[in-house]
Structure formats: structure tokens, C-alpha cells
């Protein structure tokens, strides 16, 4: 059993994914990056089948959504260097909030890579 924890998983967790599916290993992440996940799935669904491979994404993702939502609300500005087409997000006050926080540097690229292939999808 493989237990993957850091991202951007588009960047360090492919190669990943394809051993396990290949080899038979089960593996877990927490990853919330959906189109990384659905090009995981395309790519090695067919091999973890067939080596009994259990691949389970999303454990834990919702740490990035609040992770961006409150250093937004603090700091006042976004994270992504590329055009996004995101809805704005209800956020929090940082009045309200019982602490300062900054998203660590693997929230903050996940969340460009996500932006960034939002701002130019592939076709399907």
C-alpha cells in the first residue's frame, strides 16, 4: 500500500499511479486535482483492473479548497499566476478567523495547475 501526501500530484504523482496500477500495489492520495484524477483513471484504469490494484484518490482533499479560501479572505489576493475562469469564493473573515494562515507551497502550485488547465481545457 502506497500512501501518496504531496502535490502537485499532476507533477510528482503520475509515474506513481502507473507502477502501482502496473504492479498490483494499492494506493491512496489526497489529491483534489479532478483533472489530473480523470487522466489517471483514462490511462491505468485497465491495468489496475487487471493486476487487482485498488487506486483511491480524493482522501482528504478538502483541505485545499479551505486552505485557498482563508489565505484569500487574509491576504487579499489569489493564487494563480495564469486567467482563471473561477467563481468567486464565499470567504472568510480574517477577523473571524483564529489565526493566520498561509497554504503550504504544494497548495499553492496545485492550485495554479488547476487553474491553469481551466483556463485552457483539453478536448475530450
Known sequence: MV???????????????????????????????????????????????????????????????WDLSVQVAGVGGGVCDAPCRCAPLPLMHPLTHPRPHNPNTHTRRSARGSCSSAASPSPR
Do not use: K, N
Open 3 to 65: 500512501l501518496s501526501t504531496t502535490g502537485p500530484f499532476a507533477v510528482y504523482g503520475s509515474l506513481l499511479v502507473e507502477l502501482c496500477a502496473r504492479h498490483g500495489t494499492d494506493y491512496c492520495d489526497i489529491t483534489g486535482e479532478t483533472d489530473w484524477v480523470r487522466a489517471m483513471i483514462d490511462q491505468h484504469d485497465g491495468a489496475a483492473r487487471a493486476s487487482g490494484a485498488r487506486i483511491v484518490h480524493f482522501c482528504g482533499h478538502d483541505c485545499v479548497p
